[in-house]
């Protein structure tokens, strides 16, 4: 009979860890009001005293925690090397999105898209990072420091776009295929920036750097 793994006693970190790990996995599943300091410690194995010893704050303080280390995961997402053609790098970045939305279900919506009894206005605001650091990413890769109004417009109703897609597709039971979806959403993204090209100088011009495309578009509209 093989003995027992050693207990191993975590650190701090390791601890935390532990326990935001079991809370995102039960945020993700039900929301947040439904989820009890007994649910957390009971999912990671530890007691409720040991909880409030790493979030004496309570539930909400441990709320917040989890959704900044879930908007963490969110934000890399579109950190993609600027490489390649920019649907391909599009793409790579929509296959990590959506695959944390996978496996975060129908928790997606507590945990990113407010809407629940603890969200705070410091909730909404790690929320809005995410979209502001996605949008950074997507401009980056665009190759714009100083974007216009239209051309950042664009990009952000794009981002709305992705977020509102990922939840109706999960209302759909994930249908159409992921692959689908994500080469759909690329293609969105083309076609409206083709449409701000034609009356945005700046984008115009984005286009046909970044994809090669001449728009036609007249630059004294």
Known sequence: ???????????????????????????????????????????????RPLVYRYFPGGKQQLYEAALRSAAEELELCFDEPPEGPLPDRLSRALNRYLAFVDEHDAGFSALLQGGSVV????????????????????????????????????????????????????????????????DWLVEQFMAVLMVTAGRDPQTAAVVRDALGTDTGTDTGH
């Open 1 to 47: 009979m093989p003995a027992a793994p050693a207990y191993r006693r975590l650190n701090v970190e390791e601890r935390r860890s532990q326990l935001l790990e079991a809370a995102l996995s039960l945020f993700a599943h039900r929301p947040p009001e439904d989820v009890s300091l007994d649910d957390v410690a009971e999912a990671a194995g530890v007691s």
């Open 119 to 182: 969200e705070t206005s410091r909730t909404t605001a790690i929320v809005d990072r995410v979209r502001r650091t996605a949008a950074e990413h997507i401009l980056s890769h665009l190759g714009v420091e100083k974007p216009g109004p239209r051309l950042r417009m664009t990009v952000r109703m794009w981002i709305t776009a992705v977020e509102a897609a990922s939840l109706i597709w999960l209302d759909e039971e994930k249908d159409p295929p992921v692959d689908e979806l994500r």
